[in-house]
């Protein structure tokens, strides 16, 4: 009955630790995996007591006295028959090639696997622990120790003898040791020990803090991280312990060595082993619980934890619950945590199972990530290590997160991810086509389909179209726009937009897309008439870039409907293509167009249109006014005459005056601004451009019995006419406007051009004086003469070749040089004497004479 009770509470318990893992989020450290093959059939008749990890190998104590060497996949390799009772202890040199082990009925033996030598002792007592020298393979360090009462170092004589010597005993069994480099540590029933073997001494005692513990129930573990670090966990308390070489000043009596403890802190449960992890620590707990239904106290799983240490505290980094064989009948002292530090391995040892716990790897982490549907997760950590993943495939991937989208309906999100997951792969492509088009789908993953690298079949883009064909005119408008014309064949998609206009005949979007297709299709003739049809604005980008100039000659009068500035300015740039009589002609009887044409035209050269000048007049009469008095004024090719009879005939004025000055006759001009305009600052500045007296005078006789007329002119001819000539006509009694200002005005433009003249006066002086000066100043300078001069008048050089010869010459301000006898005598009408050069030119400054004589 109360087995059948605790088989039922074990079960309860891991239900629901099964539970809690599932409901967790958190991934896991290490993954987990039973010791197979060999250890399976050892431990179906035998039971595991201890084990010890080599690199290479694994070598397994039972309670049957059987040693047995294992692979790493727990294959058996060799087995050793040392005791018929339990192996308490099994230890290898770092070299893997010795061997010591120990058992329960004193039997102790220290040999080689490869070699002969071999020690075999049998004590009075069962030996509890152990240990040969890591370095047992030099022949200098043959020595090893084992605990039972007493710890005994046993060392090989140069004479091949083994000597004992006993290092500690008085504290009851020895239990633990752990062997590193020059220091040995050890567990007594009072605490832990380190022993320095070169030294020969006992450096440190760490006494154990819950002497409540039975020792042989709750056995202390010790684990070196390295050379100078022993981590010591007993019970629930785990101690971090530094050895430090001590200062020459502070030994005196004492070891050269101390230890300090740097990290100290409780745990949750009982220690039941320890190794490190980097800078962490793994802790295999023996857990302890209480049923809420019997309140009885029960065995549960074993928990494998991996922990921050802190200096008085740790910090849970993972914890997992490990259902190991027989867990409900084990005790603390049955598991046993062993480790390689090559390859980060944790052996989690118990009679009845060997569990093997591995860092993660990304794999694992990848299947982790799977398993809680996390893909977009996974396909990233997938890209990142690509090199590093052996059993997973990216694709694979990929295509499961396609899969899972769209199970949950986002189609969207799945259809962009086929972008990135599939890449150039067209097979992959199509069936996931095909597989959006059995749910309906098509439409998401149209924006996404390759176009380029690779290009699928026709079949694949036609089908998207002739989707959107059914039910969404702009979508497939859009498509028509984005894909290019050679993934699909071209006339099955127009004859499916055919067969849609005969229902909707004047949908515009189909009509567009319609044309877009046969412009794809070089059928331009038939894409330009749906352009012009829609007005739209791609027909004259439609017809520079397929130059269909010689398509829209009977097309002109539809452009200029359309779009008359952008028709215009392409039918100029193509002259050469489209000639100006053919346009002319094309809009002969659509004169309004005709005239923007022209118009244009005369803007960009007033003389390529010249043959329609006479014509423009009509037109711009008719339809632009304010453009015909500059048009007058810029031709020179309009007949003025012609001009001049339309002008009159609609009363334009201001082009008929100035048809008439043009025409020269100024004076009917003049005539018809007074009498049609009544303007007289328009006479007065008509009367300014001509700058003729007689138009002024008529314009004073016009305007002598206008007294307004008379105040414009007191106000403005001032500077033209002499203002006494308009005052004296002016009848006595006659009263004009402003009359007052008008003659201050005059007085003041009077004293203004006294002073502007004056002031000019005073220019002109000063300035006439300065270059007087210049002159002076420059005429008074000495002119360089030699052997290089000549003169002007015989050709012969100006100084004599016998410089003792007297000589005489004439040197002009101007440079010209004479021979004095060449130069002509002065008469007596003309003393003076002037350069024959500059004098046949005009007589001026620098014909003076400096004359020199030797």
């Not at 009072?190 to 709750?218: A, E, H, W």
């Not at 046969?518 to 038939?526: A, E, L, M």
């Amino acid at each position: 009955m109360a087995e059948a009770e605790e088989q039922e509470t074990g079960s309860l318990e891991e239900s629901t630790d099964e539970s809690e893992e599932e409901e967790s989020e958190e991934e896991p450290k290490l993954k987990y995996e039973r010791l197979s093959n060999g250890v399976t059939e050892i431990l179906q008749k035998d039971a595991a007591s201890c084990m010890t990890v080599h690199d290479k190998f694994l070598a397994l104590g039972t309670h049957y006295g059987k040693v047995y060497l294992l692979d790493v996949q727990g294959n058996i390799t060799q087995k050793f028959d040392v005791s018929p009772v339990k192996i308490n202890q099994v230890s290898l040199d770092e070299s893997g090639e010795h061997m010591g082990v120990c058992a329960e009925d004193g039997k102790v033996q220290v040999f080689g696997l490869y070699s002969g030598e071999e020690f075999h002792e049998t004590f009075d007592c069962p030996i509890k622990i152990i240990a040969v020298h890591p370095h047992f393979v030099r022949s200098s360090c043959k020595q090893f120790v084992t605990g039972g009462k007493k710890l005994l170092l046993f060392e090989r004589s140069w004479m091949s003898r083994w000597k004992s010597s006993i290092l500690h005993e008085g504290e009851g069994n020895i239990r633990s040791v752990k062997w590193r480099g020059h220091l040995i540590a050890w567990a007594n029933n009072m605490g832990v020990k380190i022993f320095d073997i070169t030294s020969k001494q006992r450096i440190t005692n760490v006494p154990r803090d819950d002497i409540s513990l039975r020792p042989d129930m709750y056995p202390c573990s010790l684990c070196w991280k390295d050379n100078v670090t022993l981590i010591i966990g007993w019970g629930t308390s785990v101690k971090i312990c530094s050895v430090k070489e001590r200062h020459a000043n502070e030994m005196r009596d004492l070891p050269s060595r101390y230890v300090e403890i740097v990290s100290q802190f409780e745990t949750e449960f009982y220690i039941s082993g320890l190794a490190p992890l980097c800078d962490q620590l793994v802790v295999l707990s023996y857990v302890k619980e209480v049923s809420e239904k019997t309140e009885r106290e029960y065995c549960a799983r074993p928990r494998l934890d991996i922990i921050q240490p802190l200096s008085e505290t740790c910090e849970e980094i993972s914890s997992d619950a490990l259902t190991v064989r027989g867990f409900q009948e084990n005790e603390c002292r049955d598991y046993h945590l062993e480790y390689s530090e090559g390859e980060s391995l944790f052996y989690i040892v118990s009679p009845r199972d060997v569990v093997v716990a591995k860092e993660r790897d990304q794999d694992d982490h990848i299947d982790w990530l799977l398993e809680k549907k996390k893909y977009e997760e996974a396909l990233m950590a997938a890209e990142i290590s690509q090199k590093n993943i052996k059993r997973h495939k990216i694709l694979d991937i990929g295509l499961a997160y396609i899969n899972h989208l769209v199970a949950r309906g986002e189609y969207d999100i799945a259809a962009r991810k086929c972008q990135k997951i599939l890449g150039k792969n067209a097979a992959l492509w199509e069936y996931e086509v095909y597989k959006f088009k059995e749910i309906g789908q098509l439409k998401a993953i149209s924006p996404y389909l390759p176009r380029g690298d690779p290009v699928l079949k026709p079949l694949i883009y036609e089908m998207i179209l002739h989707e959107f064909l059914e039910s969404d005119y702009e979508g497939f408008a859009t498509l028509i726009r984005e894909w290019p014309g050679d993934l699909y064949n071209n006339s099955v998609i127009v004859q499916a937009v055919r067969d849609h206009l005969k229902k909707d005949s004047q949908n515009r979007t189909l009509l567009k897309t319609l044309a877009e297709l046969y412009t794809y299709d070089k059928n331009y003739g038939n894409a330009l008439e749906i352009y012009l049809t829609l007005r739209h604005k791609d027909v004259f980008q439609l017809i520079h870039k397929h130059n269909l100039f010689s398509s829209i000659k009977d097309k002109i009068v539809l452009l200029m409907d359309f779009d008359s500035e952008k028709a215009v300015d392409m039918l100029l740039d193509n002259e050469d293509k489209i000639s100006i009589k053919k346009v002319v002609e094309e809009l002969e009887d659509r004169p309004e167009l005709q005239h923007v044409y022209l118009h244009k035209l005369f803007k960009r050269d007033h003389h390529k249109g010249q043959r329609y000048h006479e014509k423009q007049i009509s037109l711009y009469a008719e339809f632009d006014r304010p453009n015909l008095l500059p048009f007058l004024r810029d031709s020179i090719h309009c007949p003025l005459e012609k001009a001049l009879e339309i002008c009159q005939q609609r009363n334009f004025v201001e082009e008929t005056v100035y048809l008439l000055s043009r025409m020269g006759n100024s004076r009917s001009a003049l005539k018809m601004i007074m009498e049609e305009l009544h303007d007289v600052d328009k006479a007065i500045e008509f009367a300014k451009e001509q700058d003729d007296a007689e138009l002024w005078e008529d314009l004073i006789l016009y305007s002598i019995d206008k007294p307004p007329f008379i105040t414009g002119l007191l106000n403005n001819i001032g500077t033209h006419v002499d203002p006494i000539l308009l005052i004296h006509r002016i009848k006595e009694g006659m009263e004009i406007p402003n009359l007052r200002d008008s003659l201050v005005k005059i007085l003041q433009d009077y004293n203004l051009q006294i002073l502007l003249r004056e002031g000019c006066k005073k220019i002109l002086v000063a300035d006439s004086l300065s270059l007087l000066k210049k002159m002076h100043r420059t005429q008074m300078k000495g002119i360089l003469v030699d052997e290089e001069n000549i003169c002007e008048s015989c050709l012969s050089p100006i100084l004599p070749s016998d410089a003792a010869k007297p000589f005489s010459m004439v040197v002009f301000h101007c440079r010209h040089m004479f021979h004095k006898e060449c130069l002509p005598v002065p008469s007596m009408t003309s003393p003076a004497q002037f350069c024959n050069i500059c004098s046949a030119k005009h007589r001026g400054p620098g014909s003076a004479i400096l004359e020199m004589k030797k």
